[in-house]
């Protein structure tokens, strides 16, 4: 989920995944062709989309300072906050790493629900005044769906289903009693899953209620939220597994390295076609300089294959994808994250000594958890 960027706030990038465009479409279809003349018959269609222009607009800006309240809290605890990316179902922001203590883990997660609650309580004021100072309903109208909204969102945020607000609150709070952040992260991962389990189950009911798109919507979003959960709990099993385990320990030790001056043609046929391998280690005179990827390859016109070296199109060491033999997993992963070509090359004194891809991970992963059951 990366998406495109558009800007940076206080430090922050931001970015915008395709799947945010559908959203910002059937809200503001929603309010202008919906909401808006349903409570305030009379006015113009003009009027109407203009109200919910304003509307949607505020809205995502509130989903924005929700998710930069997140990330000045991580910053502040000396969590590396990549950025923010704003997607179909709201908002994320990208950190390093996780809270390293259920206090910091609170934190960071109830600020969000608590920006949201002094954002409804912003736009409720001015509805209010608005209200008894006689405004148009086309500022008090827009002012108090954006105070019910963040309410909403606030709520529903803070329902304990890992990983939402409330949910990593409820973690936190498990992790503090049993001092097991693994134990704590399984049970509140659970609550996701039947949280979601609820959300499908409602959003049928609203089907069969013929509430069409307020049902499909809840369906959606437990299906997403499932997932997440899933996803959440595989990710810290991941880390818990591997930490301690150092780079050594994973990579495949000395493979087949291709030469800085081969042309791409020649990669093609003698080593891609005739290899399992998706990449190569670089080398130039013995030392490893780089990898190259069949996808990087694919992403040439082939016409320039007969000219182009791996050189030219290969990605440097100095783009982070090498790791030390001692290093730690968990940094190796931000690398292999980081680097987009899920492998880094493992290197001591400007010589190669293995690589590690996403396939080694995973297949240590396995043989770990053979080797767990069959102890068990």
Do not use: C
């Not at 989903?63 to 809290?73: I, N, R």
């Not at 607000?165 to 996701?192: C, E, H, M, P």
């Not at 609203?206 to 299906?223: Q, Y």
């Amino acid at each position: 989920m990366q998406g495109f960027r558009v800007g940076s706030i206080f430090g922050f990038e931001i970015r915008i995944d395709l799947s945010w465009l559908l959203i910002v479409f059937l809200v503001l279809w929603t309010l202008s062709t919906g909401l808006f003349p349903a409570n305030y018959p009379g006015l113009s269609s003009a009027t109407y989309f203009g109200m919910g222009l304003v509307a949607t607009l505020l809205f995502f800006a509130s989903l924005l300072a929700h998710e930069l309240s997140h990330s000045f809290v991580a910053r502040n605890k000396g969590i590396p906050v990549e950025g923010i990316t704003l997607f179909i179902f709201g908002g994320v922001s990208r950190t390093r790493m996780e809270a390293e203590n259920p206090g910091d883990e609170f934190q960071i997660a109830i600020i969000g629900p608590l920006t949201s609650v002094v954002l409804a309580a912003f736009f409720g004021l001015i509805w209010f005044i608005g209200r008894n100072a006689g405004w148009s309903v086309v500022v008090t109208g827009v002012t108090s769906y954006l105070a019910s909204i963040n309410l909403i969102l606030a709520i529903f945020n803070m329902l304990p289903g890992f990983p939402l607000d409330g949910g990593r609150v409820f973690r936190s709070i498990l992790w503090k009693y049993t001092g097991n952040k693994k134990k704590a992260t399984q049970i509140a991962s659970n609550g996701g899953k039947w949280l979601a389990y609820l959300l499908i189950a409602l959003g049928f009911w609203e089907l069969f209620g013929s509430a069409l798109l307020g049902g499909l919507w809840l369906i959606l979003i437990g299906w997403f939220l499932y997932n997440a959960a899933e996803a959440s709990y595989e990710e810290i099993l991941v880390r818990t597994t591997l930490e301690g385990v150092k780079a050594r320990e994973i990579m495949t030790p000395y493979p087949e390295t291709v030469n800085a001056d081969l042309t791409l043609q020649d990669l093609v046929d003698k080593y891609f076609l005739s290899r399992r391998y998706q990449s190569f280690p670089v080398t130039q005179d013995s030392h490893p300089i780089g990898i190259i990827t069949l996808n990087q390859v694919k992403d040439v016109p082939r016409e320039e294959w007969v000219y182009r070296t791996v050189k030219d199109t290969m990605i440097p060491t100095d783009k982070e994808v090498t790791a030390r033999p001692e290093e730690e997993m968990s940094q190796v992963l931000e690398k292999m994250q980081e680097s987009g070509v899920r492998r880094v090359l493992v290197t001591q004194n400007s010589s190669l000594k293995g690589i590690i891809t996403a396939n080694d991970v995973a297949s240590w992963l396995q043989r770990q958890r053979d080797l767990g059951r069959q102890m068990g």
